[in-house]
């Protein structure tokens, strides 16, 4: 064990004679007045209920948190007395700027309320009654085995940071929880999907995990969001909203639209991210433009991958046809170009200037097209 | 009673549906979205309506003479002849089909398209999915009267 | 930089002409002939839908799964076809008895379906029209503070935990992802609830938060869990519950029972998870004896935490007067009592009773329950 209490209680003297004291209804009432501030908080919007916003007031809101932290590394919470030998929990994130989002909250109070559960929100048996012809439901388990080693790593890319975040941050720790629990539905949903669908689990992807393991092992928080966030979730959301627009059965396309609302989440939260942080720390415009030079090569591994791209366009086309694949090409390769220009806007938007320019990505996809 | 599409009743009267089935679009989530509906004719201005969501609800439709992209969150723009198919589509089917949902009709712009402005604000269309798509279904109630003759416009590129 | 993907995906003409040939239509389709079982699960029961357990088929199940993973490390979900390529992921554990426990898919689905919403789901407004005497106030607002001030140590310990194990345990990796939002909303609820009672948070309290890094400290998932799970969240399920019986109000009463339905799936959780390292991973049996004397080390010195007991004491004697005191006391006595042996009872289900005779804790229980005897307070 790396951590021992400082005493062994049993062998306390002092702790045996204060809860003796304590018990015999001696209080020392050392908590009844502390030095914080009263409030009594209301719903502004009843219907809405009581909000991370509307407890975001005084000296308890996220608005007064400073850059940087420096009084508080424990658990306390953001607005209580801080007292006595609090420990020092690790925590190694303690900027506002390298985490922080303008819509931690929303998105938060946004994912609570439209959770859904894969179990009974699908229509298993309308799947199970008519299902998809043979080479559509191979590609779709394919799809789904991809789609599952994504979710992994947007799982792992917030769950990997939460230790390290100060918990005065609660907002935006809370907002990553919430990302955490939505990618592990996904897994959990695309796993019964492929399962369910008669055709199993089909090939692990060598080119995309490796692409995957680049992105979740950046060196810095805010690498590894725009890494995770942005391209990754760029590359989901796109994914999700095609194979929504291409689903042959209502339940396949419900799946996806769901699961298209909670990546829209983790894509808002990346840019929001990207944004705050360049607004504060500008100087890392240039960090962050070179991370990604070298890293939006994964954002090819991720789509080019023959594991994601084929039966892609198999879905995209409808069938193993010559007609219908040289259609689901087509298709695909409009997908790409929207995805690459999605991508880089929301770049451009979020603060980095001249990415659309700087990347190589466009240039690549030109050449693709023979261009 | 029977409305006509496009007009400001119709919306109000999805509106209206939209709140008596509170609970099944409270199970849907929040949705906090102002965005804008264009119904492009081959001559004459575009009909344009402006929709504020917000909580559980449909707070408020506009008829519009404009849109600010600035301001909202995104438009949604086809002619008339693609709203109106949608809409007999939604009726025929109690909902749309899989070829007119609300994402694949914008999907890659053919037939419908989405103006915005920021990126951010755009992607609200995807984050309230289900519940603008099951708004947009509740028009499967509705007595709806459609205009005599849609030619279809080229959406501009 | 950290890792490097193995390729660099704009430098290999391979892969971009494979990939320019895909766009036209010429697709090899090797994968359509993987040589995975096929399955079509189907849910067991149609009104509990499709559900993890229907899963549990053949190689894809977690019943058959070996004890020990030995072919994969990388991201990919278990039973898919693994071709040479693929990452290490350095999963942590790879060992089945480490982290499973019997049910794991059960407390995943009922997580899943039991979710509930701090915003939505309390009656802030009812909650807003009582008028709490100054002192319950401020005794509640101190329980509260103490409660929003602990709840995320359970959302960091299994978050760091997830990432550590490998990608076939995904029924546990996905259940602690349940825990992780549960534990947010517990942070979150307390924390509301603090803000609504006039008074806001009140005190750190030192003592605990000591505790909590001795939880983020275990040096295994096993012994993690024992301290998080077992222990202190079995101790916090005892606590609720002791919450909800001296709540100020209906609507409080209410929180306290939607947040405790939750702690009881950790601690089943933790519960069923002890059961099975004591069949599957015997040898584990002494360490987590050495470690169970310094939690309850941890647990016993809790009695300095008194922005814990004597907001306790308020709230059960219902006010500050000697006699409300005296009253509150002996309640909060017994409490405690309840406390520790509900922690041993949960130990002689897991199969581990012969910790009664080793602990110094358990010697302590004895000592205050005849000193509560002796006091007439105990029958
Ligand atoms: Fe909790
Ligand atoms: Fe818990």
Known sequence: MAFYMEKDFFEDVELFNLTQRVMQGDLTLRWFDP?????????????????????????????RLPELIRNNYSMAPRGSELWGKLPDLGYTLNRKSEVWSDNVSVLYEEAKTRRWAPAVDIGWEALAQAPLPVPLEIAMAQMCTFLQECATVAMGGASRWIYSINQEFLELKSYLCAQIFDQGRHLEALRKRALAGGQGLKRASVAAEQALKELLS????????????????????????????????????RLFSLMMQDTARMVAYGSGQ???????????????HDYLDNAEHCLLGLIGNQECLEPLIVLSGGGTEPEQLRRGGHAVQRLLTQLVAEYSERCERAGLHGRSTRSRLATFLRQLAGE | MSVAFPSLAFFQALQTLMRQEELRFRRLGFVDTTFGVEVLASHGAPWRCLLTFEVFECREVAEVASFDLTEIDFVLTGDLATWVETMQNIKQHGGADAAHSLNTLTHFGERMRVLYDDPDNRDKLFRFQESLQQFFDLAGRLDIDFPATTTTVQLSA | MAYLSTTDFFEDQNFFDRWRRNLKGDL??????????????????????????????????????????????????????????????QAAVSQKGEVWAYNTEGYYEEAMTRQWNATLDVPWAEM???????????????????????????????????????NNFMEVKNFMATQ??????????????????????????????????QIRDADSFAEMSLALHLVGEGVVLTLFRFSEYIAPTDADKKMFRLIMQDEAR???????????????????????????????????????????TEPFIILAG??????????????????????????????????????????????????????????????
Request: glycine fraction near 6%; hydrophobic fraction near 35%.
């Open chain 3, 266 to 308: 950790h601690v089943g959780y933790g519960v069923q998870h002890l059961k099975w390292v004591m069949r599957h991973f015997p040898e584990k049996r002494e360490v987590i004896h050495k470690h169970l004397d310094e939690t309850e080390n941890m647990v016993f010195g809790g009695g300095y935490a008194l922005e814990v």
């Open chain 1, 274 to 288: 990207l944004r705050y942080h360049l607004t504060h720390q500008p100087h890392q415009t240039e960090f962050l």
């Open chain 3, 128 to 166: 807003a029209k009582a008028e709490l005497p100054d002192e319950i106030a401020r005794a509640y607002a101190q329980l509260l503070t103490f409660l929003t001030e602990v709840e995320m140590i359970a959302t960091d310990v299994p978050a760091e935990w997830m990432g550590k194990l490998n």
């Open chain 1, 35 to 63: 030095k914080t501030e009263r409030v009594c908080l209301t719903p502004k919007d009843p219907a809405r209920g009581l909000t991370y916003e509307d407890c975001n007031v005084g000296s308890y809101g996220y608005d």
């Open chain 3, 318 to 379: 219902k006010g500050l007067k000697k006699e409300n005191i005296e009253q509150g006391a002996k309640i909060t006595a017994l409490f405690q009592m309840k406390q520790i042996e509900e922690y041993f009872e949960r130990l002689d289900k897991c199969g581990l009773s012969e910790r009664r005779k080793r602990s110094k804790l358990h010697n302590a229980l004895e000592f205050t329950r005849a000193a509560l005897q002796e006091a007439g307070v105990l029958a």
């Open chain 3, 180 to 213: 992780v939002m549960d534990e947010a909303r517990h942070a979150e609820v307390f924390r509301k609830r603090a803000l609504t009672t006039g008074c806001g948070l009140m005190k750190a309290s030192p003592y605990n938060e000591m505790s909590l890094k």
């Open chain 3, 28 to 89: 090899d389709l090797s994968w359509m002939h993987t040589k995975t079982e096929k399955l079509a699960a189907t849910p067991e029961n149609p009104r509990r839908g499709l559900t993890l357990r229907d899963l549990d088929k053949n190689g894809y199940g977690f019943s058959e799964m070996p004890e020990f993973v030995r072919d994969n490390r990388s991201f990919a979900p278990r039973g898919a076809e693994l071709p040479d390529g693929l990452p290490d992921v």
């Open chain 1, 218 to 253: 950046a060196e810095s928080y805010s690498e590894a969001s725009v890494g995770v966030n942005v391209l990754l979730g760029s590359v989901l959301l796109s994914l999700h909203r095609h194979l929504a627009a291409v689903a042959s059965s209502p339940a396949d396309r």
